[in-house]
């Protein structure tokens, strides 16, 4: 595990407290891991290779995490070391934070599934990339730290006209656009796609793809009038706010009975009920995640009456099982991006000192379209 190796033999909390601060009591500092807004700092060389970076640690499940100084290891023949610039933030960081996600991880670990960054030195089997390419890079976990080594099997080149900063926030948003709209839902030009936390990373993502890609039209579904306005902004048709009333209904006003072709839904429980309810014949409702909490049941007696297709979206799960695809969507996400037909929404940057407070930002529903993290 990258971030594991060579760990400074202190946290780094407690090196400002043995160096700087002698006299603070013992029982009751007012810095350490769990206290992230004093965040801990120390230079001191250790053993390893090359120069320490900072890294991300989650120490422990559902506490802050610590920043900590980390030794470089050296790279194996098939890695590469990345020197990283933005890391998205994920509600799989979070959850695998928690100890809630389906992949599990060995403490302590560095969260950060997605990244963008510079190759800094590769293997000797490692003919791919060279040193100074820009790069995305999905390695699992690891990405929020200054540093990252991860397989040459995970990383993809960044065209030229895409920007560090864009290029982080397309691989998890755009990858689960580009899958659940034309590999799973095959969502046709002229159709009408209902989607849910619209004005989130990857409800933004459905609707540039959908609308800027596929030629579909976009209603878009989220939870306050700001983040319809801004859906709008970023392409919807048309939207909903759903925290006023029924979903169904405020749909059925839009299109009338016909209801509309595809849903991508990102919410679960109540919300995604009733954008079953809103589909139309042969409609295809596509689940892809549960931000609300809830995971609701479907009644299939509703699939029948309209010959729908409920289906799952597990992006990640075709990196193991279709390598292929899953790499195809990458590649189709920085070449819609580099032919200026797709546009990222980021809106936020925080630095890693600050990862609890993008936490926070996310879990509270504050956030609009990708928040990322600046490693410089
Ligand atoms: N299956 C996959 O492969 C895959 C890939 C990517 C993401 N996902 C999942 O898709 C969901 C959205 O991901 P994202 O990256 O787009 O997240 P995001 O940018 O943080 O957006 C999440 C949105 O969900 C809505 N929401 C509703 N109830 C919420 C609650 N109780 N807490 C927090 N948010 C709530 C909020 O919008 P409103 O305020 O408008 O309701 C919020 O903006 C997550 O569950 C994520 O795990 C799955």
Redo the contacts with the bound molecule.
């Keep these: 595990m990258a971030a594991a190796w060579g760990r400074c033999v202190s946290r780094a909390w407690l090196c400002r407290r043995d160096l700087s601060h002698p006299q603070t009591p013992k029982g009751g500092p007012s810095f350490g891991p769990n206290n992230p807004t004093l965040v801990p700092l120390c230079r001191t060389a250790w053993q390893g290779c090359g120069r320490n970076y900072r890294a991300a640690l989650c120490t422990e499940l559902k506490r802050p995490l610590v920043i900590e100084e980390v030794s470089p290891r050296p790279v194996k023949p098939h890695e590469v070391r990345v020197n990283v610039h933005f890391c998205g933030i994920?509600?799989?960081d979070i959850?695998a934070c928690r100890g809630q996600y389906q992949e599990r991880h060995q403490l302590p670990f560095t969260p950060g599934i997605e990244f963008s960054g510079m190759v800094l030195e590769t293997g000797t089997d490692v003919s791919m990339v060279k040193e100074g390419d820009r790069v995305i890079g999905l390695p699992g976990f690891g990405g929020m730290a200054e540093e990252c080594i991860t397989d040459h099997k995970n990383l993809w080149q960044i065209p030229e006209k895409v920007s560090l900063r864009e290029a982080a926030a397309l691989p998890?948003?755009y990858g689960?656009a580009i899958f659940a709209l034309e590999h799973r839902a095959c969502t046709q030009p002229g159709e009408t796609v209902l989607v849910t936390?619209?004005?989130?990373?990857?409800?933004l993502a459905v609707i540039d793809v959908a609308t800027n890609i596929l030629q579909a039209k976009v209603i878009a579904a989220?939870?306050?009038d700001e983040?319809c306005q801004l859906a709008m902004q970023r392409g919807a048709q048309s939207s909903v706010n759903?925290s006023r009333g029924s979903l169904k209904e405020a749909v059925g006003k839009l299109v009338g009975t016909g209801g509309v072709n595809v849903v991508i839904d990102?919410?679960g429980g109540d919300v995604f009920l009733e954008a079953l309810r809103s589909l139309a014949y042969e409609g295809r409702i596509v689940v892809?995640?549960?931000?609300?909490?809830t995971i609701a049941s479907v009644p299939a007696n509703l699939l029948l009456l309209k010959n729908i297709a409920a289906m799952g979206?597990?992006?990640?799960r075709y990196r193991h099982q279709n390598f292929p695809i899953f790499s195809r969507s990458l590649s189709s996400a920085l070449q819609y991006c580099q032919e200026g037909r797709i546009q990222p929404h980021i809106g936020e940057v925080f630095k890693l000192e600050e990862v609890n407070d993008a936490f926070l930002h996310?879990?509270q529903?504050k956030?609009?379209?990708?928040?990322l993290l600046s490693l410089k």
Excluded: C, E, P, Q
């Design positions: 994920n509600f799989a959850l998890v948003s689960t936390a619209a004005a989130g990373a990857t409800g989220a939870g306050s983040k759903y990102m919410v892809v995640g549960f931000a609300g909490g979206l597990y992006w990640g996310v879990t529903r956030s609009t379209g990708k928040v």
